[in-house]
């Protein structure tokens, strides 16, 4: 389990609090949306539970230790896919890099390579480099190299925002399938309260900013089929929607 207590978080000594005081309780194995208005400081607090900032004050604990640092069991995986990949490796080099620095010889990294490229469907595009690939495979790509290292947690920052709707969907669908194979828990940033609603086990809803903090959490437990067309689904999205709304003085 992965619990936030009164962690706040500003960027200077005599600066505004950009976050104040967020309790979050992320359950083991959940897929764990994260909405809020622009600028809330969403990205943040995945930048605080990475490692890659520290809260000011409060705690960030996972499994009774604290987070003071980035380690091997919590990989992020960012919107600009392009920028994260080693444009100089290729397909199954960029997967095998993290494996090669962890010291696993060749023979016990091939067949965890094959493993993921056929998890994210890129199997038959192993020998292209990034600059080759549409925007949805390197995504794809980030996916791979991510789960070759076996994170307990996925850290997920926006990552379809750039897509267009259909490729964004049936990544949408590729990561739910993933996540139920593997038992990861992900944390996954989005300001679309139809793909949280589509792909969360729980839900958080954040205040505006500055001193931005959690105004709920939620399970979400929609039935099946989470689309629109599901009046349980239209009904939750609506009670979200309300949520934020508050947030940003939307009439």
């Given amino acids: 389990m992965l619990r936030l207590s009164a962690a706040s978080k500003r960027f200077h000594d005599d600066g505004p609090w950009v976050l104040k005081d967020i309790e979050l309780t992320i359950p083991e194995s959940s897929f764990f949306c994260l909405l809020g208005p622009s600028g809330c400081g969403k990205s943040t607090i995945l930048n605080m539970i990475a490692g890659f ?3 000011n004050s409060g705690t960030i604990v996972l499994r009774n230790r604290p987070i003071v ?18 444009s100089w490796l290729n397909v199954r080099e960029n997967i095998e890099f993290g494996m090669r620095v962890q ?12 493993r993921y490229l056929s998890m994210v469907g890129l199997s038959d595009h192993g020998s292209k480099f990034p600059d080759e690939l549409s925007g949805g495979m390197k995504q794809r790509l980030q996916l791979a190299r991510a789960l070759a290292l076996e994170p307990e947690i996925l850290l997920m920052d926006e990552p379809f925002g750039a897509l267009d709707a259909i490729t964004r969907r049936r990544l949408q669908h590729a990561v739910r399938s993933i996540w139920r194979e593997t038992g990861s828990t992900v944390i ?8 949280a609603i589509f792909l969360g086990t729980h839900i958080a809803v954040m205040t505006a900013g ?9 399970p979400c ?8 067309s599901n009046p349980e689904f239209g009904g939750f999205y609506k ?11 939307d009439e």
Avoid: N, W, Y
Avoid at 210 to 218: D, L, R, S, V
Avoid at 221 to 228: A, L, N
Avoid at 242 to 249: A, D, S, T, V, Y
């Fill in 103 to 114: 010291g696993r010889r060749r023979a016990e990294r091939h067949p965890v390579v094959d």
């Fill in 69 to 86: 640092a980035p380690g091997p069991d919590r990989f992020v995986i960012f919107q600009e896919a392009g920028t994260a990949l080693f």
């Fill in 221 to 228: 437990e929609v039935s099946e089929p989470r689309d629109p």
């Fill in 53 to 55: 900032e520290a809260a």
């Fill in 188 to 195: 996954f940033v989005t300001h679309d309260i139809e793909e």
């Fill in 210 to 218: 500055p001193g931005a903090t959690i105004k709920c959490q939620m």
């Fill in 239 to 249: 009670s979200i929607e309300e949520l934020i709304r508050e947030e940003i003085g």
